[in-house]
């Protein structure tokens, strides 16, 4: 009886994680099609099937400066994410090896912090930004993605530094070492499952945000992707082929980073870092 209801839960569990995975590959599937298509044929049958590869859309999307977006929005991923996670796990590590009952109430603001949405600060940050000259520059990205991502981010490592070995700790300050040395050669180097967790949960964040870079952002030699792929759209007509075609190149890094770390990226989903 209990194996009957076992294996009834289980094909209900994976019936829904079928029909979800199968949601959200239509619409990705569909963006790779049309992509392909015309814009003569998108308008004709816009949920048909190219008549054949058509690569003139990746070539207006990349006239367009696509490439150069794309740079631009590595550039703000790297130096953002490489920002929130030393910051984030010198925090984490100093919150959990702080004497008494005072870490735990920094910890419990930070988490606060966390729970401020983006676009509830989003005309204080573009006031900061514009005071201090910083608008249509990288910097002023990576600062504001930074402290909205070091709050979730000290909460991953505090996680993990609180079950982190207490022993290592000991040889390396018997061995000498101090506190900082510590944290830097033997706490990070064995961080390295909490690092990636962090770290790809970010970049996905920070890859795909929008509104923040569209308010900072209006010359196009700064534009990320999200941004950048506004210049296919007119005031009165679009290039959707172009379109589609530069949402499949955005995609593509995300993609390739699911492909090489599928397992920290679920972990990371999940709020796991070990």
Request: hydrophobic share 55%.
């Amino acid at each position: 009886m209990e194996q009957r209801r076992f294996k009834a839960t289980s094909l209900v569990l994976y019936g829904f994680t079928g029909l979800w995975s199968l949601m959200v590959l239509i619409p990705i599937a569909y963006m790779i099609m049309a992509a392909f298509k015309t814009k003569r044929s998108m308008f004709i049958d816009p949920i048909g099937w190219p008549d054949a590869l058509n690569w003139e859309s990746f070539e207006r999307a990349w006239g367009v400066g696509v490439g150069g977006f794309m740079i631009n929005s590595v550039l703000v991923t790297f130096l953002s994410v490489v920002v929130i996670v030393i910051f984030s796990g010198m925090a984490a590590y100093a919150l959990t090896r702080m004497p008494g009952r005072s870490g735990q109430i920094i910890y419990l603001l930070i988490v606060a912090g966390f729970a401020i949405p983006v676009q509830a600060v989003l005309v204080p940050v573009f006031q900061i930004m514009s005071g201090a000259g910083f608008l249509n520059s990288r910097l002023a990205l990576v600062l504001p993605y930074a402290a909205y991502g070091i709050p979730f981010t000290v909460i991953l490592f505090y996680a993990f530094f609180l079950d982190f070995p207490r022993e290592l700790e000991e040889a390396a300050r018997l061995d000498g070492c101090t506190r900082f040395q510590t944290f830097l050669r033997v706490i990070l180097p064995l961080s390295g499952p909490a690092i990636a967790s962090a770290a790809i949960f970010q970049s996905v964040f920070i890859w795909n945000e929008f509104i923040l870079a569209l308010l900072i952002l209006t010359k196009p030699a700064f534009k990320t992707l999200p941004v950048g792929i506004l210049e296919l759209q007119g005031e009165f007509t679009s290039d959707w082929p172009a379109v589609m075609a530069g949402l499949t190149l955005a995609t593509l890094p995300l993609l390739l980073i699911f492909v090489l770390a599928q397992k920290y990226f679920v972990r990371s989903l999940a709020g796991l870092g070990k």
